[in-house]
């Protein structure tokens, strides 16, 4: 039997919200289902009923707040009856599943959710089919993150001018034919030439830095592309140390504060790129949970490794800037202007 816990829905209903936000782009309101008038009073004691609407489409997420002690049957007709009864799509919501309850819930057409893991919502996939194809069809004029790498180490370590991409393999870990279409791409922009040396084509930056930057800021993407909270291990009595993810480049506005007069936030936020990411997932340094949940510490996840451009553990101010050049408090913003005055070729 799936046991009600307000709290343990309360929970799972925040990162369901959490988890939609940053899979779809899409915000979700959610409010109890009030009017449960023709359900089933065990249904009411088993789950937490809760309505909402996403991408236009009328909801009712069932919460359990556990994991699955039901059979997929027994639980697709239980599904079945609140879709009658709410005379739209029910949603079973959980916190994990086995790949057994997940295979069979998909044979039945049950819609599910496990924040965090996996979405199923055929009664809707019109619906998000159209929503993922309009955002792949929005026009990005901007560098790829690959350009952007070889753009911002040229501007940052002055070590990309007048290579070929084979050469530039080792110093940004990228293979020689991602290298090849980066330095066309940036060449593209009008920001460098592609001359020819032997049997080589290498990148020629012709113009200043400071013009180089004002011509390609438009170009430049925010490195962070998603940004998740975590609460750490607890250390074993008797043990002393640390559980944060000091391995981890400092990110986002704790960086910041490393580099400018601007204050640490109260929980400390670290960077991972792509090397370091599988590491996160795979749950390294501690458990994913809402912002609501109190956690120890963020993790921004950058499009590219910051060490691709900085050495680890130093601060790759040219992304910092990117990513606060626009913020809403005008002190952070301040902040990501005065740590680019390392830079003697920056202008404000």
Known sequence: ML?????????????????????LHAGLRLAPWADTSGVPVYLT?????????????KLLFVMDGQAVDLTPGDLAKRIERLTKAFNGPAVFVTDSM??????????????????????????????????????????????SPAAQVLLLRHLTLGDVDGQAPGRLVDVVRY??????????????????????????????FRLPEE?????????????????HWYRARRIPKGFYGTTLPQDLAKGG?????????????????????PKDWKRVQAGDYGDQVPISDEPDFGI??????????????????ISL??????????????????AMTEFAWYRD
């Open 300 to 317: 921004d996840v950058w499009w590219y490794d910051p060490d691709q451009i900085v050495p680890r553990h130093q601060p790759d101010r």
């Open 98 to 143: 086995t790949g057994y309850q997940r295979g069979r819930l998909i044979e039945a057409g049950v819609p599910f959710v496990v924040p965090g893991n996996q979405l199923y919502l055929p009664n809707v996939g019109l619906d998000l089919r159209e929503h993922f194809r309009r955002r792949s069809e929005t026009p990005d004029d901007r560098l």
């Open 3 to 23: 046991a009600s816990d307000d709290h343990k829905h309360d929970k799972l209903m925040r990162r369901l919200q959490d988890y939609l936000e940053a899979t």
């Open 211 to 227: 013009e180089v930057f004002h011509l390609a800021e438009p170009l430049l993407r925010p490195p962070v592309r998603a940004q």
């Open 45 to 57: 004691r088993e789950f937490g009923l809760w309505r909402g609407e996403l991408l236009g489409e």
């Open 175 to 204: 293979s020689a034919m991602t290298c090849g279409r980066a330095i066309e791409e940036i060449a593209a922009h009008g920001l460098a030439e592609i001359h020819s040396r032997g049997r080589s084509k290498i990148i020629l």
């Open 253 to 273: 506005e704790s960086a910041l504060a490393e580099i400018s007069q601007l204050s640490p936030p109260p929980k400390p936020v670290f960077a991972a790129g």
């Open 321 to 338: 800037y990117l990513q606060f050049r626009e913020h809403a408090d005008e002190r952070v913003a301040a902040a990501a202007r005065e």
